[in-house]
């Protein structure tokens, strides 16, 4: 049979495979004697190859520029002994160590459906409070990641590096970086998921712009990347389906913030779309999930040190989100100061942000050698207009009108602007960026599931005044920018309670609080 293989392989008949996969009644393993050139992993669901040879943990294939399939790896019974999922429970619950076939079968068993979903649940909520170690850690995210199909881009000559952030109020940084990343010779496959409830995603920005498509085939998305350079697309369910599983599980169960699923989560599904390397922004504060900044430092150092192990090159800076991110939240609003921004103008906060993030990724990318080299590509970038000419580029090939990036008035605005007045006079001490993006959804600038409601891309903030800011009584600490006088009613007792003012002007906190490589 391995001959039969073998031979099907080197003439590439991949018909030959199909032939042979009929042959098999049942799972089947590679000898772990055979060279890990040589060896082929076969699907049990599709006749076709993984395309991605780094990831295959007992072998891999030539390079074959196929969009790969489903893989499937079961475990085989003369070595390995099923436990019940009750004692995997117990074993987790009690602080215990799983093997990487224990890791495995979990995961094979929950795409199966054969564990229940309330001992799915149990196992999601013991791993939340007895934790992982670094080891299983990686193998859950190599399971995971191959659990749904690894994308190939060794056919792109080009470094492959995306950019991750575990989400804040205000970040239009991906909408900056990404294209900043292609004018300097990065290739960028992102892929969006979900985000907090009150958060306005990257695409929602996005689809601000008429005739914008977020929604790719893989094949699609590998030929823009091949073409274009960089694509900003919907999370496909074919990447890391078990993680897709456990997710919305974990919205169920509130297990959210665990580490160990976090990094699991992002780095199944980021490496799955075949990124070299990843820069990751984790955010910490009152607009963040993360609300413990130490938490956030172990985050970072779990998603780094699990990136590694799987060989992918990861660095991680830790920023602070306890006010927005930039001078403005709301979809169109967003969008227009990425513009600026691409122009090498906006804000100082997302100017900061956005000239290390950049540098972070030319450096891991190996198109800049040096701090120096790389923070001057970053700017260079940012000032002659190339980077504006990519975003350009990318929302052409997904079907967006160009113009509109050419001339940012064309976006919807508001019928109404109205200011939020400052109560009294003093310094702005303390802002709840989550407060703000709530009252900002209040407005409709996010969509309500439940009610199935557009996105108002008109609507949303401005001018917002920043911690250590000082203000007179009835300055605008914000201006307002609505279409509905009921919606505005709600939305302002959010505004309200934002924000605190204090005789003595604070000391502003650091945007970067730390970097992790």
């Not at 006079?425 to 703000?436: D, F, L, P, Q």
């Amino acid at each position: 049979m391995i001959e039969e293989l073998r031979l099907a392989l080197s003439k590439k008949d991949f018909g030959g495979l199909r032939g042979v996969k009929k042959q098999l009644s049942c799972r089947m393993e590679f000898p772990a004697t055979m060279a890990p050139s040589a060896v082929i992993l076969v699907s049990t669901k599709l006749a076709k190859p993984i395309a991605s040879a780094s990831f295959a943990p007992h072998g891999a294939l030539p390079q074959i520029h196929t969009v790969p399939s489903m893989r499937k790896r079961p475990i085989p019974s003369r070595r390995f002994i099923k436990p019940s999922f009750t004692s995997l429970i117990e074993k987790k619950r009690d602080g215990q160590e799983f093997t990487q076939e224990e890791i495995r079968y979990i995961i094979d068993s929950t795409l199966d459906g054969e564990m229940p979903q309330h001992q799915q649940a149990a196992l999601l909520m013991a791993i939340f409070f007895a934790n992982m170690s670094a080891q299983e850690t990686a193998i859950l995210t190599e399971e995971m990641m191959l659990s749904g199909e690894v994308i190939d881009l060794s056919h792109i000559s080009k470094p492959k590096i995306d950019k991750y952030s575990t989400g804040g109020v205000g970040d239009k940084t991906a909408l900056v970086l990404a294209p900043l990343a292609m004018a300097s010779g990065v290739v960028v496959p992102m892929m969006c998921g979900v985000e907090q409830e009150f958060v306005i995603t990257t695409l929602e920005k996005l689809s601000a712009v008429p005739g914008f498509k977020s929604h790719m085939s893989i094949q699609h998305f590998v030929d823009q990347l091949a073409r274009v350079g960089g694509a900003i697309a919907e999370q496909s369910p074919e990447l890391a389906p078990a993680d897709k599983i456990f997710y919305d599980l974990r919205l169920e169960t509130g297990t959210i913030p665990s580490l160990p699923l976090i990094t699991g989560s992002v780095l199944s599904k980021k490496l799955a779309e075949g990124a070299e390397g990843l820069v990751i922004d984790v955010k910490w504060g009152n607009g963040s999930f993360i609300k413990d900044l130490e938490q956030a430092k172990q985050l970072a150092r779990s998603m780094t040190r699990v990136g590694r192990s799987m060989k992918r090159r990861c660095v991680a800076l830790v920023t602070d989100m306890n006010q927005p991110l930039g001078d403005t939240v709301g979809a169109a609003l967003e969008i227009k100061e990425a513009i600026a921004l691409l122009k090498g103008e906006g804000p100082e906060d997302m100017k900061e942000l956005v000239l290390k993030l950049g540098m972070e990724i030319v450096r891991l990318a190996g198109v800049a050698g040096s701090t120096l080299s790389a923070k001057q590509t970053v700017q260079r970038h940012l000032t002659d207009g190339s980077a504006l000419e990519k975003f350009k580029d990318m929302i052409k090939a997904q079907g967006g009108d160009v113009s509109y990036i050419d001339h940012p008035e064309k976006f919807p605005t508001a019928k109404h602007i109205r200011k939020l007045p400052a109560p009294k006079r003093g310094y702005v001490h303390t802002i709840n960026a989550a407060m703000i993006a709530k009252g900002v959804s209040l407005l409709g600038a996010g969509k309500d599931p439940a009610h199935h409601n557009k996105i108002d891309y008109a609507v949303g903030v401005s001018e917002i005044k920043k911690v250590g800011t000082q203000v007179k009584q009835g300055e605008p600490l914000m201006m307002i920018h609505y279409n509905d006088e009921a919606k505005l009613e709600q939305a302002l007792n959010y505004f309200k309670d934002a924000y605190r003012l204090a005789p003595k002007r604070p000391i502003p906190p650091p945007l970067v609080v730390e970097r992790v490589a």
